[in-house]
């Protein structure tokens, strides 16, 4: 039977009817309903230790962009890439050489080398006890898997919004006097260097109730007040704020902001608290010493990885912070955009700060995103979508 799904698949292909061994019509509408699912259906030769392929449906090439008669004879593993999960693969493996059937989400790439996200069931086919087919079945669920993880968050940051409206209220509060008696100070003084450090401390006190107001903005679900910004300057400005709330252990190194970065949708103040949740997250890493580097440049996005990373082609800002610390596996590494999620110990984190950073450049419609490995540091990377110029409209 598997050598007649093979050759009506192949008379198929070639658009004439489909017609099995004395013409049944059991065989045929078998073969018409293969043919017209709307999942990847494949089969793969069990008997033989490679498992080739010797069937793909239509659905499959749709999918993949590969034809039957470029994969027969060929291992599914084609479609695995660069970050396939090994472990994924490997827990497969595992349960076909036990004869069961086995399910899996794994990140595999088309014939044009974009990425999807692909369901897989993989049922073995026995014939006396003996495995001799291995039925596949693919779903692309690369939408589907977006959506979840968006609703995932959505429920997270809809608590992290009820929290943070009351902490920001009861920070507010606390600026206020901070606010009042500098002001008051500064016109009791004439003194350069107080005056200087009055300055600071003025300056830092209103930035931390603007991003009061952003988070109280936040958790009433109010948009932020977006507006096109020359980034270079601000990142520069950015930066220059911050330098003076890290140890002076800790060595901030700056590359790629001698020259025009763009123009981006964004608020100047939430760039602040951006970098600012980073650079101290990074500082804290390092216990305080070790170095920070900063890079920022153009980048051009081009369509497949943008429909992979959800945002929309072309021109980016991106920013990456790095730092030197321990940095993190796997499992902080899933779960470390989450609300409420810390590594820190008790009372020195709250696991607040990369949700809102994460929750900041979607709001931008940009993309953020973390590597790392057990002692090779941390590196954030942020992307800014470039937007024409006031000047050029």
Known sequence: MLQDLIEARKVHSDGDAVRWGDGGVCNELFA???ESCPVGITISDATRPSTPLIYVNSAFSGITGYYLQEVVGH???FLNGPDTDSAAIRRV???LRMNEPVDAEILQYRKDGAPFW???RMTPLSQDGQAVALIGVHNDITDKRQRRIED????KLQALGQLAGGVAHEINNLLQPIVTYTDLMLGATQDPDTLRRLHRVMTSAEKARDIVRGILRFSRGEAACLSVTALQPALVEALEFIRGLLPISVAVVVTGLNRDLGHG?????ELTQVLTNLLNNAAQAMAGRGTVTVEAGLDRIEPAAAAV????PGMVCRVSVADTGPGMDETVLAHVFDPFFTTKPVGLGTGLGLSVVYGIIQDWHGT???TSAPGQGARFTFSIPCVDSPEGR
């Open 368 to 370: 953020i995103s973390v």
């Open 75 to 77: 291992n599914l593993d």
């Open 93 to 95: 493996a595992a349960a």
């Open 309 to 312: 990373l959800g945002i929309a």
């Open 32 to 34: 018409a309903a293969i």
């Open 152 to 155: 995932q968050r959505r429920h």
């Open 118 to 120: 692909c369901e897989v």
């Open 265 to 269: 949708r964004i608020s100047t103040v």
